[in-house]
């Protein structure tokens, strides 16, 4: 995951293309990524 949120971040200081789409995919990877995480914290207990 760090690394799609290094890319997501390198995208966004690029400048001259749009990276919009790209930089959305990875958004929605990293909020998927994330929620399942959570999902298995929670299926585990504290």
């Known amino acids: ?4 949120q290094r890319l997501a971040v390198d ?3 690029r ?3 749009d990276f919009s ?4 995919q ?3 990877e990293i ?3 994330e929620a399942g995480l ?3 914290r929670h299926a ?3």
């Not at 995951?1 to 799609?4: K, N, P, Q, Y």
């Not at 789409?21 to 959305?24: K, Q, V």
């Open 1 to 4: 995951m760090m690394h799609r």
């Open 31 to 33: 909020a998927v990524i």
């Open 38 to 40: 959570e999902s298995l």
């Open 26 to 28: 990875i958004d929605e």
């Open 21 to 24: 789409l790209p930089i959305s």
């Open 11 to 13: 995208l966004k200081a």
């Open 44 to 46: 585990h207990g504290p």
């Open 15 to 17: 400048a001259g293309f």
